[in-house]
C-alpha cells in the first residue's frame, strides 16, 4: 500500500499512483523506440524530458515512486502526461502525437 501524504505540485490533487519522473521519461523513451522519430527530434525530447526531472529534482517531495522507491514524485501522472505531451507534441508528426496520446492515455489508466 502506497501512504498518499501529499499533493501534486501541478493540479493540487493528492497523487495516488506516484510515479516520478525519471520512470516517466524512460516510459515515453521506449515509447519512443517503436516509431518513426527522427534522430535529432528524438534527442530534442530526452533533452527536454531531462529538463522536467531537473526541474522535479528542485522541488523535492516525500512521496516515494512506486516503481523505483526515490522520492521524486511532486507531479501526478495527468500533469506529467501533461507536460510530456507538450514537449512531444513539438517534435513528431501529428499523426505519431494521436498515437502518444492514444498509448499515454492507457497507461495513465493502468497504473
Ligand atoms: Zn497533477
Ligand atoms: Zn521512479
Not at 12 to 36: A, E, G, L
Amino acid at each position: 500500500m502506497v501512504k498518499v501524504t501529499e499533493l501534486c505540485t501541478g493540479c493540487v490533487q493528492v497523487i495516488t499512483n506516484p510515479i516520478c519522473p525519471y520512470c516517466f521519461s524512460r516510459h515515453v523513451i521506449t515509447w519512443m523506440r517503436d516509431k518513426n522519430i527522427p534522430k535529432e527530434k528524438m534527442s530534442n525530447i530526452k533533452r527536454l524530458l531531462k529538463d522536467l526531472v531537473r526541474e522535479a529534482e528542485q522541488t523535492p517531495s516525500g512521496i516515494r515512486c512506486i516503481l523505483c522507491g526515490s522520492k521524486r514524485v511532486n507531479l501526478c501522472v495527468y500533469c506529467y502526461t501533461n507536460k510530456a505531451s507538450r514537449i512531444v507534441e513539438k517534435n513528431v508528426d501529428p499523426e505519431t502525437m494521436s498515437s502518444f496520446n492514444e498509448d499515454f492515455e492507457t497507461i495513465i489508466w493502468r497504473v
